[in-house]
């Protein structure tokens, strides 16, 4: 119904558009009207796009819950990719991996160090007295080309080039050495960086078993991934393994990422519950599972066989899950929380994860040419139109930032945001809107029980969590891609770089309530040097163009950019509806996203320490999130986020029922086919 309404209804706002420049208007009089309505479009479309795959995915795909069973398990090469992390968060996620309720001799896990820490290194050594199967990587300084996917590409050859015992020999012998000459040994020419050629050479295109020996060894069968601040539970890949032994052409299994230290009410939507609950799910359903970045178990073979991990993006895990389901592989998702992660402990580090993440997406879109390349010869449509969607949605967020300029546009140049000829093109006109909207809001509200069902965690906003972050975050995602991909150096262009959010210095203790700097320095930090001020300046224009349409609707005769309103606009109420009124109110909306940023600096949350997060597993020494840290905490407070969306709802019944009156009572006979 949401699908079919929002057709209903711009159809007919087009109808009445182009009816309007062919009988009562001509020339340019309603180039600006052209405008507006592809603003709307834009800005609900980033919503809407969702549509059609909700449809084509009513048939979710259920998988119980299984584990594998017994010592007779495949081998597993876990790679924990660190880069300048807090050693206690990268030692817990290696403690954790290593406790994994799997047979010893059956994985190991490998520290794959782009910071090239001699801390890491020692403390790596020292873990392997408990933990033999646990070893340690690193890429030679100065040159760490390609970022994550060069680390994990490096692992992947380590991993393969160096059975169990040399492992254990090597590093044992580094003992005593300085830490310099002990990471020289181990990371040898072996652990240098390696393109997607070099992998490929390994293994035959479609194969699903590597033949290939290295030292009499053969290589792990699978290749997990960690991040440096995922805690993996205990049974991660045993949960994970049943799927991939009886579908060999499964390629990945990935469960969603969750965390453990959300601040209260989430202020700035870091917990991706919507991908998690939703869309993931959506994808999953569509045969276009992604992998998301940490926790997941690849085929060795496959990832070999397209070359490793892409090199060619940022975001490496999507753009790898695309390449794997364009070489005719498959993917998966995991209906259960396997791991949990840590949220980046800044707005600034917050912002720079997003943006990264952005220009990942857009580096994948243009590689494989919106899903028409033939890399992905395999893919099949709904994969594609999946892919495709997501695709677009990163396009939009930028054209969803140019309402930052279009929003005080419409509201100074007094110009109505729809056009109508008569009255009763006008009443459907809302009639149609209000409808639209309602179903919309029925829409959300059941996605987000479709969510509780896979979370445990009901939100009626969840399904909308994602398009409130993309409208504040408008201007940096701007910023990210002029700077990326417009701009030359000289002009201030940059080529798109990689820094883990867990390596982002917080210098202001945002969320410490004992440490965090005061209210002036957070101010001058995150309003003027991370540019928040640009939301802070924005409202109040915004709201000036508000009470400047207000004061119009009093005083006719104020100039205006719709000169023909003058003569024709009708009554007050009317005025007001087509300029201010009109739902869902698109300036209420970025005016309510404009006070994220503001709110953080002057509330900001407080998180407690992370030693009181997690407890420790007496057996193993291992430490995982405590029961109630995984819980994203609310309180009160969290309510303000739902004034806006209660008061429009309330505002569009009212809007809906009055439209049966609207012409009877309040326009003069002599106006009742008056234009916009």
């Known amino acids: 119904m949401a699908l079919l309404s929002m057709l209903a209804y711009w159809g007919f706002r087009l109808y009445a558009l182009i009816y309007a420049q062919i009988h009562t208007f001509s020339g340019g009089q309603l180039a600006l009207a052209w405008v507006f309505l592809a603003a709307e479009v834009i800005t609900f479309l980033t919503n809407s796009l969702p549509y059609g795959l909700r449809v084509m995915a009513w048939r979710q795909v259920r998988r119980p819950r299984r584990r594998l069973q017994g010592n007779d398990v495949p081998t597993v090469d876990v790679l924990v990719t660190c880069c300048g992390e807090d050693i206690d968060v990268i030692l817990d996620t290696v403690r954790a991996a290593c406790a994994s309720d799997y047979p010893q001799d059956r994985f190991r896990v490998f520290a794959c160090d782009d910071g090239r820490s001699e801390e890491v290194f020692r403390s790596i050594a020292a873990l392997q007295a408990t933990y033999p199967n646990v070893f340690y990587t690193s890429r030679p300084k100065p040159e760490v080309p390609d970022f994550k996917s060069g680390n994990l590409n490096n692992g992947i050859r380590y991993s393969r080039a160096l059975p169990w015992t040399q492992a254990h020999t090597l590093l044992s012998a580094t003992h005593g050495a300085s830490a310099e000459a002990a990471r020289d040994k181990v990371s040898s020419s072996e652990s240098t960086s390696m393109s997607g050629e070099g992998l490929q ?7 699903t078993k590597s033949t290939a020996r290295t030292l009499g060894d053969l290589p792990s069968e699978f290749v997990a991934g960690l991040d440096a601040d995922m805690i993996c539970l205990p049974h991660w890949l045993r949960a994970q393994m049943p799927y991939l032994i009886e579908d060999v052409k499964l390629a990945m299994t990935c469960p969603p990422q969750t965390f453990y230290d959300t601040p209260t009410n989430d202020p700035l939507t870091q917990n991706m519950l919507q991908i998690a609950g939703l869309t993931e799910v959506v994808n999953d359903s569509l045969g276009h599972a992604d992998c998301m970045g940490s926790g997941y178990v690849m085929r060795r073979s496959a990832l070999e066989a397209i070359g490793g991990f892409p090199v060619e993006s940022l975001a490496e895990d999507v ?3 695309d390449k794997l389901i364009g070489a005719g592989w498959k993917t998966c998702l995991i209906p259960e929380f396997l791991q949990y992660g840590s949220v980046p402990g800044s707005y600034y580090a917050h912002v720079k994860q997003r943006t990264r993440w952005f220009v990942g997406h857009v580096q994948t879109a243009f590689l494989f040419r919106f899903r028409t390349s033939n890399k992905l010869a395999e893919m099949g449509f709904r994969q594609k139109l999946t892919g495709l969607v997501f695709d677009l949605r990163q396009f939009m967020q930028l054209l969803q930032a140019a309402n930052f300029v279009l929003i005080p546009l419409s509201l100074y140049a007094g110009y109505p945001l729809v056009i109508w000829s008569t ?8 009639r149609l809107v209000c409808i639209w909207s309602a179903c919309h809001w029925i829409h959300q509200a059941i996605m987000g029980l479709v969510a509780a069902t896979r979370l445990g965690y009901y939100d009626i906003r969840i399904a909308s969590y994602d398009s409130e972050l993309e409208q504040w975050l408008g201007p940096y995602i701007c910023s990210a891609f002029v700077r990326s991909f417009m701009l030359p150096k000289r002009l201030g262009g940059q080529v798109a770089g990689f820094k883990s959010s867990g390596a982002m210095g917080d210098a202001l203790a945002e969320r410490d309530k004992d440490n965090r700097a005061s209210l002036w320095r957070r101010s001058c930090d995150i309003l003027w040097y991370q540019r928040g001020l640009v939301h802070t300046v924005w409202i109040p224009v915004c709201l000036g163009g508000v009470a400047l349409t207000c004061v119009r609707s009093v005083y006719p005769n104020i100039p205006s950019a719709y000169t ?21 109110t698109a300036w209420l909306q970025y005016v309510h996203a404009s006070l994220v940023p503001i709110l953080y600096v002057l509330f900001p949350p407080s998180v407690k320490p992370r030693d009181e997060l997690l407890v420790e597993d007496p057996k193993t020494g291992a430490r995982y999130p405590k029961p109630e840290a995984v819980q994203p905490p609310r309180d009160a407070w969290g309510l303000w986020r739902y004034i806006r969306p209660t008061l429009v709802i309330l505002y569009t019944v009212f809007l809906f029922a009055i439209s049966f009156f609207l012409f009877d009572s309040t326009i003069p006979s002599n106006q009742k086919t008056a234009p916009g």
């Open 201 to 207: 050479e390994k293994v035959s295109v479609g194969s």
């Open 319 to 321: 753009c790898c899950s």
């Open 423 to 430: 009255e009763a093109q006008l009443v459907w006109l809302i």
């Open 564 to 584: 023909l309103s003058q003569k024709t606009y009708g009554n007050q109420l009317i005025y007001l509806i087509v300029r201010i009124g009109w739902p869902p």
